[in-house]
């Protein structure tokens, strides 16, 4: 794919986890990282539109999020946003993240969280539509990996839900995958039971893990939980990402889930972004960077 065809297929716009896919790729020169390769960054979890004192800011807090990305030495091939873009799914909640992100040096790709459709995915799906994914998931190879993208959020009550129709795209979307094949899969929910009390996992994940495992490596990456959880089994790494407007408790540490606050000179340092970089095997070292 050549990088014009792949900008467009991921549409512009953006904000922190940054991969390096060392095996051989066509968007070297926008690798980010010395060599070749194909570096993209993750953010999650900016829920503009809240205003309360765990970050009476969340625009601000974003915006640095965004300017530490452009003041990357080299761009990444791309950025994605794993969710609850938005707070409360309102259109000019949309159109101020959209305005923020399009400061981006990048493109960008989107997926939705819980908070991005409450009542109706429409306003969604109005700013962040995309021709070939008419639901919201879809797939797309780059750099000797494949990637996945999953919404597990709509008709979302008490934990994520795939729904049978993505199940069946998804057995039909890895069956031409090599097994040898680096899978990367976004979605903003957890797939594995990370806490189920509050919420945290994906009621048929399960399902979707019975598709991964006949592959070599798999790395599964999300938000919702807003702090930074790692986990494997077997073949499959997961790894949650920090928000880039509050912290959550972790889990079982208070009665439930929900905005914790910390002292305003500590906020910072715990919310941001991370940079991924695979080797040329597939396998990938993990680091975090805070805002502050």
């Not at 997961?238 to 606050?261: E, V």
Request: proline fraction near 6%; charged fraction near 15%; hydrophobic fraction near 40%.
């Amino acid at each position: 794919m050549k990088r014009r065809d792949f900008i467009e297929h991921v549409g512009w716009t953006g904000a922190g986890i940054a991969w390096t896919l060392t095996s051989a790729g066509t968007l070297t020169a926008a690798a980010g990282a010395a060599g070749s390769g194909l570096t993209f960054v993750q953010i999650s979890d900016s829920h503009i539109g809240f205003a309360r004192p765990e970050n009476p800011d969340v625009a601000g807090t974003l915006r640095k999020t965004v300017q530490a990305i452009n003041d990357r030495r080299v761009q990444p091939a791309f950025v994605v946003h794993t969710g609850d873009i938005t707070h409360l799914s309102k259109p000019e909640q949309f159109d101020s993240a959209k305005s923020i992100l399009s400061e981006l040096r990048a493109p960008i790709l989107y997926l939705p969280g819980e908070h991005d459709v409450i009542g109706s995915p429409a306003e969604y799906f109005k700013f962040f539509s995309r021709r070939d994914a008419q639901n919201g998931w879809f797939s797309f190879d780059q750099g000797g990996a494949h990637f996945v993208v999953l919404v597990n959020v709509f008709n979302f009550e008490r934990m994520g839900l795939l729904g049978q129709a993505q199940l069946d795209w998804l057995t039909s979307d890895l069956a031409s995958q090599k097994q040898s094949t680096p899978i990367i899969v976004f979605a903003h929910v957890p797939l594995y039971a990370l806490y189920p009390q509050w919420g945290w996992t994906t009621e048929d994940g399960s399902k979707a893990l019975a598709l991964l495992r006949r592959f070599d490596r798999v790395t599964v990456l999300s938000g919702h939980i807003h702090q930074i959880i790692e986990h494997t089994e077997g073949n499959i790494r997961f790894a949650t990402a920090n928000s880039t407007a509050y912290p959550q408790p972790k889990p079982g540490a208070a009665a439930k889930p929900g905005p914790l606050q910390v002292p305003p000179n500590q906020l910072l340092g715990v919310i941001g972004y991370r940079t991924v970089q695979l080797d040329n095997s597939g396998g990938s070292a993990i680091s975090d960077s805070s805002l502050g």
